[in-house]
Structure formats: C-alpha cells, structure tokens
C-alpha cells in the first residue's frame, strides 16, 4: 500500500470495512473484507492488525485519521463533526474521498447488523485468502 499516495486507495476503503465492522463485533464482515485487504494491501497482517486495534496497526497519520472518523461514525455517529471532515481533507483525501469514508462506514454499520441477524457465519474461504498463495 502506497502511504503517501493522496486519496484512498482500494486497501484503505477496504480497511474501513474491518475496522467498521471490527467494532460492530460482525465477524462475517470481518473475515470476508479482511480477506479482500490483505489482497488488496498485498499484506497478510495488517488486516488482523485492524480488526483487533486499529489504533495500533502500521498505519499512515491519514489513514489513522480515516480509521478513527470511521469507527466513530458507524458507533457513535453524533460526535462526527464538520471538523472532523476538515480533518480528513488537511490528510490531502477528496470531497469524493471524504464522502466515501462517510458512505463505507454508513453502509456497514447498517449492513453489519444483517448477518447478525441472519446468524450468516464467515465464508471458509475467507480465513484463508491473502495468508497462502493460491493453487
């Protein structure tokens, strides 16, 4: 992953999908889009580094910034505010970025709750993809 690429790159988008979905405890998310940024970060770790503690993963100032918007807006929504957004665009990411930081977070703290519910459990496939070269 390119840390000083402006923007997010499709592992960063991914990245906030395990982090948002690390903190609505929805497992299959979890696993599944973990599987997707491993490939995408090229990168076995840093995934699980994300879902556990995000704030202690190897991550950029910016994308610690993304992360830490993220996670609040899909747990606690009202304490994201305009500044928080200002935030977002001093680390050099999009109005187009920011939106989707906003809609990714948004849409899987909704979605996360489907397989909760659903008792959906992670696709095996999952656990494995990104960790072993494929045959």
């Known amino acids: 992953m390119d840390q000083d690429t402006p923007g997010l790159s499709?592992?960063?988008?991914?990245?906030?999908?395990?982090?948002t979905s690390a903190a609505n405890d929805c497992l299959h998310c979890v696993v599944a889009h973990g599987a997707i940024a491993r490939i995408r970060a090229r990168d076995p770790?840093?995934?699980?580094?994300?879902?556990?503690?995000?704030r202690k993963a190897?991550?950029?100032?910016?994308?610690?910034?993304?992360?830490?918007?993220?996670?609040?807006?899909?747990?606690?929504?009202?304490?994201?505010?305009?500044?928080d957004l200002d935030r977002l665009r001093?680390?050099?990411?999009?109005?187009?970025?920011?939106?989707?930081?906003?809609?990714?977070?948004?849409?899987?703290?909704?979605s996360n709750r489907l397989p909760h519910w659903a008792a959906i459990p992670p696709n095996e496939e999952f656990f494995l993809m990104g960790r072993v070269p494929r045959q």
């Open 45 to 54: 770790y840093l995934a699980d580094q994300v879902a556990v503690d995000w």
């Open 58 to 83: 190897p991550v950029s100032a910016r994308l610690h910034a993304v992360l830490e918007i993220a996670v609040r807006l899909a747990a606690q929504p009202a304490t994201v505010t305009a500044a």
């Open 10 to 19: 499709t592992a960063d988008r991914e990245l906030v999908v395990v982090a």
């Open 90 to 110: 001093g680390h050099g990411l999009t109005e187009d970025d920011v939106w989707d930081v906003g809609a990714i977070a948004s849409l899987f703290a909704l």
